[in-house]
């Protein structure tokens, strides 16, 4: 059986900084962010990031996991909810909130990155919870019944691309739009939809690499 040895001091040190700054970097800038920034901004070489993370997807993991593991969160809060509409208006809001701070967490949500096991765990997590928050408020009636789970993937994207548009000059604008979307998803406003939801390959299909 292979003994992991902890890390020392200094090493352990260098790679809470790095993490550190990866996760304000890909805030700000998200996963396009360099490298070569995010060791500056930790104090260390950027030979050390390598020893420490020799692949990008193992410094996304290490900075965002914790962020999706808060989206995680998030959807089990709602899916505990005792009204089903406040837990799936909750979802959407809150989830689009994450959004809108985070520009590492949209660029997460949007497109899959390799070697996140932290993430892609918190993402299989998430399809359930938002299946289950769907499924709940398109039986108690709150919700049109032609909405789907990948149909609030798509909308999820387009409240994250607003924000991501208005951050410099008004901030909440996304606010707006939410609130017009969620109007748009009670019953009483729907009519049929023109062509039929995407299937969860052609999400994928759809993603950013």
């Excluded at 520009?103 to 399809?127: H, K, L, N």
Aim: charged letters at 30%.
């Amino acid at each position: 059986m292979t003994t992991v040895r902890p890390l020392r001091q200094d090493a352990a040190r260098n790679r809470e900084s790095l993490v550190a700054a990866a996760r304000d970097a890909f805030r700000r800038k998200g996963l396009d962010a360099p490298l070569e920034e995010i060791a500056r901004a930790a104090g260390v070489a950027i030979g050390t990031l390598y020893n420490r993370f020799p692949a990008r997807g193992e410094l996304v993991d290490a900075a965002l996991g914790p962020v999706a593991q808060r989206a995680v969160e998030i959807a089990e809060r709602a899916a505990r909810a005792s009204d089903p509409w406040d837990g799936f208006a909750s979802f959407m809001e809150d989830t689009c909130e994450l959004l809108a701070a985070d520009r590492g967490y949209r660029d997460v949500y949007r497109s899959r990155v390799v070697g996140t096991p932290v993430i892609d765990a918190a993402r299989e997590r998430m399809s359930v919870l938002k299946g289950a928050i769907v499924a709940r408020a398109k039986d108690s009636g709150v919700l049109r019944a032609d909405v789907e789970s990948s149909d609030l993937v798509l909308l999820i994207w387009g409240i994250a691309a607003t924000a991501d548009a208005t951050r410099d000059v008004a901030p909440d604008a996304w606010r707006r739009h939410l609130a017009l979307l969620l109007d748009g998803l009670r019953p009483g406003a729907a009519r049929p939809l023109p062509v039929p939801p995407l299937t969860f390959q052609q999400l994928r299909d759809a993603a950013p690499r």
